[in-house]
């Protein structure tokens, strides 16, 4: 929730309880009973209203001065400022009377702290469409409700990214063992091929031999036979 809007709204309340201690210490005054108590109290509270309209004013300011907020938001909450700075000077001018009790604290009164009419409710000044007429409580109900939508979105897609994380992974240590394994057959075949050289010069080598030796025995038998030829007596 947006920390200026919760100050507002606890200011907007500490308002409303303002109101109604002025309007119990008039009833004790119209029944002349004695309600220097209640005026302890009222001097506490009228001093922390003004200290947190104070608040909204400065952070308001930051705010826009940083443009953490649009200027029409600006605006707006500034009316919203302009709403509790009167209803503070009505409060007072109340106080300092003792026993008037203005149109503000009879409305607030009857009104029973909500702000359940477009009167009673300062964000129908400009506000849009899709939330014109809700109370402050609704419109705080929507953000929190768009909040945890939004939520659900950034979970899903922290999920999906966390998955495709994962298969990245996997990819990666398979493509790690693929590359092992082609290392590996690459070795076997260098392997391989140098046995395969080996073996067919060694196979050459006995080729070679292997032909001398026939002929050399091709020539002994030759020259068995002629001399058999030679020393054959011939009829």
């Known amino acids: 929730p947006d920390p200026w809007l919760a100050t507002y709204d606890d200011t907007y309340q500490l308002a409303q309880e303002i109101a109604e201690k002025l309007h119990e210490r008039n009833r004790y005054l119209r029944n002349g009973e004695n309600p220097v108590k209640i005026n302890v109290a009222l001097r506490s509270l009228m001093q922390n209203l003004s200290g947190k309209i104070g608040q909204l004013k400065e952070s308001l300011l930051r705010s826009v001065s940083t443009r953490q907020i649009t200027q029409l ?19 007072q001018t109340s106080f300092q009377r ?10 607030s009164l009857m009104a029973g ?9 300062p964000w ?16 705080k109900q929507q953000q929190h409700q768009i909040i945890r939508e939004q939520d659900a979105g950034l979970d ?7 998955r495709q994380k994962q298969m990245g992974q996997d990819i990666g240590n398979e493509l790690d063992e693929q590359n092992e394994i ?21 196979i050459k080598l006995v080729d070679g031999k292997s032909g001398s030796c026939a002929m050399m025995v091709v020539i002994v038998l030759l020259l068995v036979a002629i001399v058999v030829v ?4 011939t009829h």
């Open 73 to 91: 938001e600006g605006d707006r909450r500034q009316n919203l400022v302009d709403e509790l700075l009167t209803k503070e000077r009505q409060l």
């Open 182 to 202: 082609i290392d590996d057959v690459s070795a076997l075949v260098d392997t391989t091929d140098s046995k395969i050289r080996n073996q067919t010069r060694h």
């Open 124 to 139: 129908v000044l400009e506000e849009p469409e899709e939330t014109r007429g809700f109370t402050f409580q609704e419109i």
């Open 113 to 121: 702290g909500a702000r359940s009419s477009s009167r009673n409710n």
């Open 156 to 162: 899903a897609l922290s999920s999906i990214l966390a």
């Open 230 to 233: 030679a020393v054959w007596p």
């Open 98 to 107: 003792e026993g008037a009790e203005p149109d503000l604290v009879r409305s």
